[in-house]
Every structure is written in C-alpha cells, then in structure tokens.
C-alpha cells in the first residue's frame, strides 16, 4: 500500500460491511499518486474497481485517473425541492401528483425523455450542462446557483465522447433511469428537525412540510463513457505507462497523459449531461404539481434547495500536511461536504455549509445535513446514501414486488414502479439503516445533520 487506508463507520456498521469493501479499499491504497489516505465512507460496499463510498485524492502530475473511481453512472446525484406547502394541502392529491409524475418522467432502462435533441443540442448539452436548460426555458435562472458547479463544469469536450455514447444520451435528457433511482414527495415531520436555523436558510421553515426529492445521474451516456475508457486504458496500463495493479476493474492512465486528459474531459460532458437531466426533471415536476394543484409552480415556492453529485473527479484545492495542494478528488458514491465559509459553498448557505442530500430507501426517509469544519480529516466529504446490505439478485429471491407495495400503502407511502422486481431490489431490508449511517457521519465529524424527510409518495426507477 502507498498510503493507509481508511474506513469510517460505528462498529455495528463495520461488522455488516462485505470482505470485498476492504480488499477492494486496500487495492485504491495502491494507485499512483493518491494522497494521504484512501477512504471509504459509512454507507461503503462492494463496487466496480472502488467500493461505493469509496474517496482517493491524487497529485495530478504523478496520479491517475480511474473511471472505477468515478463510477459508470456518472455524476449520480441526488436534487431536493421545497415548497410553501404542508402534507394537509396535498393529502388529498397524493396519488394524482404521483401518478403524473410517473407518466411525466420516464424511468426505466432506455427510457426517452420528450426532448428530440439533434447530434449539435446534444453537444450543447455536453457542454453547459444545466445552463443549456435554463437557456430554453426550463427552469429558472437562481437554480443554477444552488448547483454544484452552477450545474456546468468547465472543460467538458464532446470531441473526445464516442458516437456511440452520444447515440444512447441523445433521448435521455429528463429521465430518471432504473436501479436505485427515484423520485419522491417527502414530509418533514416537526420532531425531526434537528437544526431549525440551518433548515430555515434552507427554505425548510414549517411543521409537515413538502419537499420532493430526486436520485438519478446520467443514464446510458454516463455508462458508455466510462465502459469505452476502461476498454481503452486497459491495453496501456502495464504496455504503455508501467501501471500494474492487482485488480483490472482499477483500470486507469495517469491524469497528465492524453489518454487521462481525454476521459477527464469526456467524464465532464457525463457530468454536465447529468446536471441537464435533473434540470429537465425538475421542470417536468414544477408543471406537474402546478396542473394538479391549479397554481403557479412560483407560487407553490417550488424552489431547489441544492443540487449534489456523488459520483465525480474534480480538481480541487485542500490541506496536506500543512499546505494547500492542488488534487484530483475522486469521489465514487460519496458527497462533496464543504465546511462553511468555504468559497465554492453557495453565498446563501455560506455560514451554515454546503448542503447534503444523503437518500435513503423508499421505506425509511432521507435526510439533509451540512458540511462542517471537521470534514477536512476527508477532503470535505461524506456519505451519500444507506449503503446496500444485499445484493439486487439477493434481494429479488427475498422479497415480492407487490407484496412490498402493499405494505408502503398500509404505512402511507403511495408508489408507482416500472417492475416489481425492481421495486423488490429497493426493499428498505436490502438497505443499511439511515438512521445509523447518518449517525456514524456525524460521530466521525463528516457532516451534520440538519432534517430527516419522512417519503409518503414514491416514483420508483
């Protein structure tokens, strides 16, 4: 190993994390270049090359970059919306809200969006991400400011994307995808509100309010980038830059080759594509709840409260051994926290943190939480979900699509699914619990958490 590891989680979460988690974190310990440590975050387990939850900060000019490191489903992220509403306003209209948005946002593998996008749009959309969106009109300028990267990352290069990457993205530009995406109508009920001045910056300000919040990234685009990069840097790795690594799912150039200066630009136009696509969403739900509701999305206070990625590399500059460095964060299923005061932090957020959306699954609710001063032990970063405890295939054989339904229903959740064996992959057993991994965040002075969303209406991927 070049540098220790490091895994953050309680001992009840240690003690349930799959062997492959530390093999495969030992393994990121190895890659040239990484700094300081390797980390996995609470809600770790097994992923492709990395462990989800999985943190690796590289020199850029003796590290590598690593599209296992990043994920295929590139910038995944997660959108939370407020509104002015309470749950007695839309108790009645719950399974119409639901229902539209089902039919308004297409989920499902190969699911089209109702853009037609010619080769020029979509490399437009390549290469200002959310921006494009705002450009013709969907949605509303002060979202690009509660954004991460004002919903565009400079140096996105649609000339280093294969046609066949662009052929699956083309259609997919407002879609919410499959696997453990989703959409959802939340509450915040009044006993969980854990800072109140924190949430009121962030427009969540009234007992039982609503929020809606989604989880999706950027669909087969995403996957074919990082699919075409691996198959091209795997012929180099050993041949060509003198890499050998015990695992080839790590597969990688080093950053300041062509060959890493091309991904790290392809990656970027996954990352922009996938700010678009939960633009794109976000305006299909403003004109679903304001059909339904009979009133202006404005008026509703439909406003973003932010927008975070969790499965990126980005440059970034942070504190090594008593001095600033400039490094290459890879973060593969986990959240770029930033402390307050921070400058890439939103002005309105800038005193309380970066917002953070850590999703749970559609049985147990998800919270929102902020970035703090102690996150630096981890380059500002933290979880971004739950964490699976069995695999899909695992969780398919154990629980039944409708049968799982049924039970939200009795308990108040209303969901519309494309497949109930999907629907019995998301089981909320198949899932750590939040509660804990949440917990564990703060405990290990990653982030804070600020509410806990309660879901009673779901849009399942």
């Not at 989680?9 to 495969?24: K, N, R, Y």
């Not at 949605?139 to 699956?168: F, H, N, Q, Y």
């Amino acid at each position: 190993m070049r540098v220790p590891a490091r895994i953050f989680a309680t001992p009840e979460i240690l003690a349930g994390m799959d062997d492959q988690v530390f093999e495969q974190i030992t393994n990121v310990a190895l890659l040239p270049g990484i700094v300081d440590r390797a980390f996995c975050m609470p809600d770790g387990h097994w992923g492709y090359g990395f462990p989800i939850g999985g943190l690796a900060a590289m020199d850029p000019d003796t590290g590598v970059i690593s599209p296992g490191g990043i994920g295929f489903d590139i910038n995944c992220g997660m959108r939370l919306v407020r509104t002015n509403l309470v749950h007695d306003d839309i108790r009645e209209h719950v399974h119409r809200l639901v229902d539209a948005l089902y039919t308004r946002v297409p989920a499902g593998v190969g699911g089209h969006g109702f853009l037609k996008l010619g080769d020029a749009e979509f490399r437009d959309v390549g290469r200002h991400g959310a921006r494009w969106c705002i450009d013709h009109g969907y949605g509303w300028p002060e979202d690009l400011d509660r954004t991460e990267e004002r919903g565009a990352i400079a140096g996105a290069d649609p000339d280093c994307v294969s046609k066949r990457a662009l052929d699956r993205g083309r259609a997919q530009v407002g879609t919410l995808g499959s696997g453990n995406h989703y959409l959802e109508i939340q509450i915040v009920k009044p006993e969980h509100v854990f800072d109140a001045e924190a949430a009121a910056v962030m427009g969540i300000d009234r007992p039982y309010q609503v929020v809606v919040m989604f989880h999706c990234g950027s669909r087969g685009f995403g996957h074919q980038i990082a699919s075409d990069y691996v198959q091209a840097f795997l012929p180099l790795m050993d041949k060509k830059f003198g890499i050998k690594l015990p695992d080839r799912d790590l597969a990688c150039a080093p950053f300041r080759s062509a060959e890493g200066q091309a991904y790290f630009a392809a990656m970027k136009c996954g990352m922009n594509m996938s700010f678009a696509n939960r633009q794109m969403i976000l305006h299909r739900i403003r004109e679903v709840f304001s059909d339904v509701l009979g009133r202006d999305a404005r008026d509703l206070g439909l406003d973003m409260v932010y927008d975070v990625s969790h499965n990126t590399a980005k440059l970034e500059e942070h504190e090594v051994g008593g001095r600033r460095r400039q490094l290459l964060v890879h973060r593969k299923g986990a959240t770029r926290a930033f402390a307050p005061g921070m400058a890439d932090v939103p002005a309105a957020f800038r005193f309380i943190g970066q917002p953070v959306i850590i999703g749970g699954s559609m049985e147990t609710g998800s919270y929102l939480l902020c970035g703090v001063e102690s996150g630096r032990a981890a380059f500002f970063t933290t979880a971004h979900g739950s964490g699976r405890t069995m695999s899909r295939a695992a969780a398919k054989k154990q629980f039944r699509g409708q049968q799982l339904e049924r039970d939200l229903a009795h308990r108040g959740i209303y969901v519309r699914t494309v497949s109930y064996a999907g629907l019995a992959e998301e089981a909320g057993a198949a899932y750590k619990d939040i509660d804990a991994v949440v917990a564990a965040t703060a405990a290990a002075g990653l982030s804070r958490p600020v509410v806990r969303l309660t879901p009673i209406g779901n849009v399942k991927g």
